[in-house]
């Protein structure tokens, strides 16, 4: 008898296990999560407004905006994910503001930017900059001009975009965009964030080509 349950017991774990792995669940998020709680909790204890959205439909090969001046259909203020320009910006951290057409390709390699308005205090840009310089890899920081209407003011914003590669376009599936904008720099929910959804961009681009200084820029 305590052979039997023992052995139940194995098959139970056994399912649940199955259970998570078909479901893509793991601590970080994984590649194929829709979110992570823990982000969601650490955005709501820093006072910001999170959430997970599936991008707006686009074509592949980038057909869907063939120049830096297409107008997008991106579905969050700042674009975590969908319809973006060929070419990737220069991974970095910027004074002046790139194309955020660009910038939403950099966050389909696997990248987390970093993103703030024109009103955003200089001392809390310095600590997005101090963020950045902590582990530069598959990051871009920018500020974000006014944009169809939309401004993050003075507010700060963190935004990255992950799927399933095996996935990608089949079926419509486009992963998932993760965007976070908030009063203030927070570096705990930043850091969970960031730790949760870096190098898991629907493409599959390895980090390592997500070196600071490299990319095609314009």
Not at 38 to 48: I, L, N, Q
Not at 170 to 193: Q, R
Request: glycine share 12%; net charge neutral; aromatic share 12%.
């Amino acid at each position: 008898m305590l052979f039997a349950f023992a052995a139940s017991g194995l098959i139970a774990l056994g399912v649940v296990i199955a259970v998570l792995a078909f479901a893509g669940g793991s601590s970080n998020g994984g590649t194929t999560a829709s979110d992570n709680p823990a982000v969601a909790a650490a955005m709501r204890s820093a006072g910001c407004t999170y959430k997970t959205i599936k991008p707006a439909p686009f074509k592949p090969n980038h057909l869907s905006m063939p120049t830096l001046t297409t107008k997008p259909n991106w579905n969050t203020f700042p674009p975590a994910g969908g319809v973006h320009y060929g070419n990737w910006a220069v991974w970095g951290f910027y004074d002046d503001p790139v194309n955020p057409r660009m910038v939403v390709h950099n966050e389909e390699h696997g990248g987390v930017v970093l993103w703030w308005g024109p009103q955003t205090p200089s001392s809390e840009v310095d600590k997005l900059r101090e963020f950045y310089n902590s582990s530069p890899l598959s990051m871009v920081g920018t500020p974000i001009e006014p944009f169809e209407g939309n401004t993050l003011g003075s507010k700060v914003a963190i935004t990255g975009w992950t799927g399933d590669p095996r996935k990608y376009f089949l079926k419509g599936y486009l992963g998932f965009a993760h965007v976070a904008v908030c009063p203030k720099f927070d570096e705990k929910a930043f850091t969970t964030f960031r730790d949760a959804f870096r190098g898991k961009g629907p493409e599959g681009i390895p980090e390592s080509a997500n070196q600071p200084g490299t990319g095609p820029g314009g």
